[in-house]
């Protein structure tokens, strides 16, 4: 396993209530975008993916919980992120889901 200190890490909620909420951030991922771990708490991960692709995540999100089925999950991508301040970076990331006993998957 990679030594998850040298890698930014950041939880998003996919449960009804919390839905596309970020729910963790490490300093990495926070200080590569300019943000404070706090100001991306419990916000909509939207805030981090360009406007024009943002429109669609949560459509993306919709056909995934109706069909059970991603194009992204498992997967080592190239996307693009959107910083505090704006900026448009390509990053490269890695989504998979995560089992939350409390609150089921994120």
């Not at 993916?49 to 993306?60: C, G, M, S, T, Y």
């Amino acid at each position: 396993y990679q030594d998850l200190e040298n890698l930014g890490v950041l939880i998003v909620s996919s449960d009804v209530i919390n839905h596309a909420r970020i729910t963790y951030s490490n300093l990495l991922i926070s200080d590569f975008l300019k943000y404070k771990s706090e100001e991306l708490m419990r916000k909509n991960v939207n805030i981090l993916i360009p406007d024009l692709i943002a429109e669609k995540h949560d459509l993306f999100i919709k056909r995934y919980v109706e069909t059970n089925h991603s194009r992204i999950l498992n997967k080592d991508l190239k996307l693009f992120m959107k910083t505090k301040i704006g900026y448009i970076i390509c990053v490269d990331i890695h989504v998979k889901p995560m089992l939350n006993f409390s609150d089921g998957i994120n």
